[in-house]
């Protein structure tokens, strides 16, 4: 067997080796033939691909053509996000429920249609007889981004009707995914738990009253115990992470399978999909990995040179992953500052003198503040930058005791509801399947029988 692993291992490095012997683009032909990779002006724009009435992402103004850093701001549905926290914390109430109506709907919710609307997520919540046990549990995961992308596509086959795509329809499934996305998410964890980590699996029944934030808790936790600052602070999380705009990398991948008429199963699979790689959802993950290794070089969190230093030695590719990246930090929008990270990092701190956890807290907000000196003496970068939503999200989760396996899955099921906005924006006015046009570099060659190759 393991000769023929190596004999395997070297026949993929030939065929590897021939691949780039014949492939690859010369860097300067992208600027000759105006190809805007990434979909990105040369100013970091993003290429104007649709219009949407869900979300509006601000972080700079132009002024005659050039691009002029602003603070950061973020609405959904023209209702800043700001407004809606604070409403919630004046009100002690939670708001994820409310920013889905609204994601959803296009407006603010009554009192009576929000009580409705959370008892309707409520008994969705459950998952078809038989799904834990033949999807969940048959066919366990070390990656919970990848076991909720297949649970979704195997949600296809319990639906009497997966492929209609009226607007009635789009609107039932959307409503289900919010609801039972939460449920495969912490099933898929215990599952993986037992299996992969040889630890004790536990499914507690669900509790149709309780909040989306309190459920997850409720059910991650062995004795279902949490406190009240604890759900609240996981559904601010949920609503900051709900939506970002149209041309995020997952709610463009979602815009463009709804643009094709599939499913909608194959559509937020494919959305969760792209939500799973690093330089998407998953960078909280890569700042809890660069800030534990930053844990245990620097000795004395309060002196900034000590800081300065390691981060230095990060973008010098010394230290780190060798990306030279300093994770959770900058953005493609948000110059001066990102509000998701801003309103993080002001409600953190509670939480952080509960769990004594206020030293972790203050290293944060050093690396915050320093960063930017870094990247400008080190880097020799003018670039305006400030730190993003996944520098705090994964110390906010760790504080919430959730563990890190968890970070980007807990992004998706906040995400679920803007993917599913969009999808249904585009299906209902979108009209035309996307289609960038690619230039085809290759040059035309004479077909050339095989024994004389």
């Not at 590897?16 to 492939?23: A, G, I, L, T």
Request: glycine share 8%; charged share 30%; net charge neutral.
């Amino acid at each position: 067997m393991l000769k023929d692993t190596e004999k395997l291992n070297e026949h993929l490095k030939y065929l590897c080796d021939e691949y780039r012997r014949y492939n690859g683009f010369n860097p300067g032909d992208y600027q000759t033939y105006g190809v805007k990779r990434g979909l990105r002006n040369p100013d970091g724009t993003g290429v104007m691909a649709g219009l949407t009435n869900i979300c509006n992402v601000h972080g700079f103004m132009m002024d005659d053509g050039v691009r002029v850093p602003d603070e950061g701001k973020l609405t959904y549905r023209g209702v800043n996000v700001r407004d809606i926290i604070n409403a919630c914390i004046k009100e002690n109430r939670f708001g994820y429920e409310e920013v889905s109506w609204l994601l959803l709907f296009g407006s603010l919710p009554t009192e009576k249609q929000l009580e409705r609307f959370k008892d309707t997520l409520g008994r969705l919540r459950e998952l078809p007889d038989g799904f834990v046990e033949d999807m969940i549990m048959k066919s366990p995961s070390k990656d919970i981004m990848n076991k909720l992308g297949r649970s979704v596509l195997a949600l296809y086959s319990f639906d009497d009707d997966p492929d209609d795509t009226s607007l009635e329809n789009i609107m039932r499934q959307s409503i289900t995914l919010i609801a039972c996305l939460p449920t495969i998410m912490t099933y898929a964890y215990q599952v993986k738990v037992r299996v992969f980590d040889k630890g004790s699996m536990f499914f507690h029944p669900v509790d149709l009253r309780l909040s989306t934030s309190e459920s997850i808790l409720r059910a991650l936790r062995p004795d279902m115990h949490f406190t009240d600052t604890e759900a609240k602070l996981l559904d601010l999380c949920m609503i900051l992470h709900a939506e970002h705009g149209g041309g995020n990398n997952s709610t463009f991948a979602a815009r463009v399978l709804s643009s094709s008429g599939t499913d909608t199963y194959a559509t937020v699979s494919a959305a969760i999909g792209a939500l799973k790689g690093p330089r998407h959802g998953g960078a909280n993950l890569r700042v809890r990995r660069m800030m534990q290794e930053l844990k245990n070089d620097v000795k004395d969190w309060e002196d900034d040179e000590q800081i300065y230093d390691h981060l230095a030695a990060i973008v010098r590719k010394e230290k780190g992953d060798g990306s030279g990246l300093i994770y959770g930090f900058g953005h493609a929008i948000y110059t001066y500052s990102d509000p998701r990270a801003v309103m993080l990092k002001e409600t953190a701190e509670k939480l952080a003198l509960e769990k004594d956890m206020t030293k972790e807290y203050e290293l944060y907000k050093t690396v915050e503040r320093i960063t930017p000196r870094v990247m400008a003496e080190v880097k020799k970068s003018n670039k305006v930058i400030c730190a993003n939503v996944d520098f705090y999200s994964g110390f906010v989760y760790d504080m919430l005791g959730i563990p890190s396996e968890l970070f980007t899955p807990l992004f998706a099921i906040s995400r679920i509801a803007g993917w599913c906005a969009h999808r249904i924006e585009e299906v209902t006015y979108g009209g035309r399947i996307i289609r960038p046009a690619y230039r085809a570099m290759v040059s035309s060659k004479k077909y050339t029988p095989i024994k004389e190759r």
